[in-house]
């Protein structure tokens, strides 16, 4: 009954959205911790003036409701200190059994594939784990991967990995499934980016197997999608809050900087197959947050 009711929640807001104009989110995104151990200078991550910043567990509960409210029934809580995010005795779990108690049907978070040892060992239980993953080489720590799957951004650097990563994905059954972003050349990393035959290259290779039976998340839609990247934007499906508490409808805060034209991002191109009823979009969907 309750994943029936969850269709019928989905079936209305589609509705609302495809027939009737509504721009209300499906999905939220919100960062709790500050603090990070990389250098990556296109990230929205890092935005609290302290870099050790926990956001209070009253401002989270605000945000949730907030969400909650704006039509959002799927949650990514994200942070990559999120395993000593901690208010008085609560811990990154409580978070997630918070949003479940307020109504979330799914929620989902994402760590560094040299995070993994110390989460699988805290017992945190989000609906769906990604583990980041940016080589073959962070393949290796993953051995004993079990009731997680693996996410990926293709770039000039390790797009060549490819292969091996997409093998290792195959090798492992305990392995959920792989999701793959491309390079988004924020300013000072454009020269990560794929070049455009790479990008061919890459999506056409993930085509293939995608059709040949491979556990990749990205749909066949989707990616075709990201292939031309011309296609109508709905990425106000998903909302963004972030540790300073600012509130964005959508990914990046200034839609005219430019960057859509070379967005990486594939949940873009899977947004646009849903409102384009691709069927195997809708039933990825449905099956991976439902």
């Known amino acids: 009954m309750k994943g029936l009711l969850q269709l019928i929640y989905l079936g209305w807001w589609f509705i609302r959205a495809k027939l009737f104009g509504r721009r209300k989110p499906l999905q939220s995104v919100l960062f709790v911790t500050n603090g990070c151990n990389s250098t990556c200078r296109h990230c929205t991550l890092c935005t609290h003036p302290d870099e050790d910043y926990l956001m209070p567990l009253s401002e989270i509960e605000q945000h949730l409701d907030y969400c909650y409210t704006q039509g959002a029934r799927i949650l990514d809580i994200e942070g990559v200190k999120l395993l000593h995010w901690h208010d008085g005795e609560h811990t990154a779990s409580d978070l997630f059994q918070l949003a479940k108690d307020k109504g979330f049907y799914s929620t989902s978070t994402m760590i560094p594939a040299a995070d993994?040892?110390?989460w699988k060992e805290?017992?945190?239980?989000?609906?769906?784990?990604w583990v980041s993953v940016m080589g073959?080489?962070?393949?290796?720590?993953?051995?004993?991967?079990?009731?997680a799957s693996?996410?990926?951004?293709?770039?000039?650097?390790?797009?060549?990995?490819l292969p091996a990563v997409l093998a290792f994905v195959q090798q492992h059954p305990a392995i959920g499934q792989i999701a793959f972003n491309f390079h988004t050349p924020f300013p000072g990393t454009e020269h990560l980016a794929l070049t455009k035959e790479q990008r061919k290259e890459v999506i056409t290779r993930l085509i293939t197997c995608k059709r040949q039976g491979h556990r990749i998340m990205n749909t066949v839609s989707g990616l075709k999608n990201m292939l031309t990247l011309q296609f109508k934007r709905h990425c106000w499906i998903c909302n963004f809050i972030y540790c300073d508490g600012r509130r964005s409808p959508q990914c990046?805060?200034?839609?005219?900087?430019?960057?859509?034209?070379?967005c990486g991002f594939s949940m873009a191109g899977e947004m646009?197959?849903?409102?384009?009823?691709?069927?195997?979009t809708i039933l990825t969907g449905i099956g991976g947050r439902l």
Do not use: H, S, W
């Open 252 to 262: 990046i805060d200034d839609i005219n900087c430019g960057l859509c034209e070379q």
């Open 122 to 129: 805290l017992k945190v239980q989000p609906d769906v784990l």
């Open 150 to 161: 693996l996410y990926m951004v293709v770039n000039n650097q390790n797009c060549q990995e």
């Open 272 to 280: 646009n197959a849903v409102f384009n009823m691709r069927p195997d």
């Open 136 to 147: 073959i080489g962070d393949c290796t720590m993953l051995e004993d991967l079990q009731g």
């Open 116 to 118: 993994y040892p110390a």
